[in-house]
């Protein structure tokens, strides 16, 4: 069962600041399937949480929502998947990105990180902390906290400087 647990108005009209609590992970499809919109409206999405969290799984349910044909997986050694998606008749470029092992900005310089950010495209990024110089305000964040060993709270906010 999805609980919205709070909402509240955050920087523009279309935005809240929403926390989510989920009881299964299996519960992530009917969270990205209902959230499709919100995420076209922001393009950019920085995940965090603790290793195990479910920053993957999330990615991998915004697939399934999003009609992706492969199978989504980890970036966490290649650093960049790409995929294509599709919604309402059009296809939609998607990015997931795992920042965890790059330790410095030149290294997201030298991988092309900021050529991503500049396409139409959808962008998933886990571990964006250092990445922060390049992300514009307007990026949704996704912070996945783990509560009574499998449940999950998903805090949800349109300001990428947290």
């Avoid at 935005?15 to 499809?29: A, R």
């Avoid at 309402?88 to 290294?107: G, K, T, W």
């Amino acid at each position: 069962m999805i609980v919205v647990f709070e909402s509240v108005l955050l920087l523009s009209e279309s935005m809240k600041l929403t926390t989510i609590e989920i009881t299964s992970l299996d519960e992530l499809d009917v969270f990205a399937k209902d959230n499709l919109d919100l995420i076209l409206e922001n393009k950019v999405v920085l995940l965090s949480g603790d290793l195990g969290a479910g920053k993957t799984a999330l990615v991998k349910a915004f697939g399934r929502a999003f009609q992706v044909e492969e199978n989504v997986s980890s970036p966490t050694f290649s650093l960049i998947n790409e995929y294509m998606g599709f919604y309402q008749n059009r296809s939609i470029p998607i990015y997931h990105v795992d920042l965890y092992r790059i330790e410095s900005v030149d290294e997201l310089e030298e991988i092309g990180f900021e050529e991503y950010l500049d396409q139409d495209a959808i962008i998933f990024i886990e571990w964006p902390e250092i990445a922060q110089p390049f992300i514009m305000d307007n990026a949704l964040t996704i912070r996945i906290e783990i509560f009574d060993n499998s449940k999950r709270r998903l805090n949800l906010s349109n300001s990428s400087r947290q």
